[in-house]
C-alpha cells in the first residue's frame, strides 16, 4: 500500500491572521452554509467550524454554554429574525418611495 504524498507537512501548516479569520467568519455567518463559505475562501470547512466555535465560546465565556442546546436554538432563532428584520427594513425603503 502506498502511501499518499502530502501537500503540506505538520511544520509548514498555513497560518491565517486575525483579519482573514474575522472576515471568513462574516462570510459563513451571511452565507447559508458554512461548508460554502468555506470552499469560497479555499479552507477547510472543519477549519472554518472549529474558528465558530471558538468564537461562540469567546462571547459566552464557557464551552459547555456554547453546547448547550437550548443556547443554540435561541442563537439560531435570533439569527433568523435579524435576517427577517433585515429584509423587512430593506422592503420598507423600495415601497416607501413615491411613484414617479
Known amino acids: 500500500m502506498a502511501a499518499k504524498p502530502s501537500g503540506a507537512s505538520p511544520d ?25 463559505a468555506a470552499r469560497q475562501l479555499g479552507i477547510s470547512p472543519k477549519l472554518l467550524y472549529r474558528w465558530q466555535q471558538a468564537q461562540v465560546v469567546a462571547e459566552v465565556g464557557s464551552a459547555e454554554v456554547a453546547r448547550d442546546p437550548e443556547v443554540r436554538a435561541l442563537r439560531a432563532a435570533n439569527k433568523r429574525l435579524a435576517q427577517e428584520l433585515d429584509i423587512l427594513k430593506k422592503a420598507l ?8
Request: hydrophobic share 35%; charged share 35%.
Open 12 to 36: 509548514k501548516r498555513r497560518k491565517y491572521d486575525e483579519a482573514f479569520k474575522a472576515e471568513a467568519l462574516r462570510l459563513a455567518s451571511e452565507s447559508r452554509s458554512t461548508q460554502a
Open 93 to 100: 425603503v423600495i415601497f416607501g418611495q413615491p411613484t414617479p
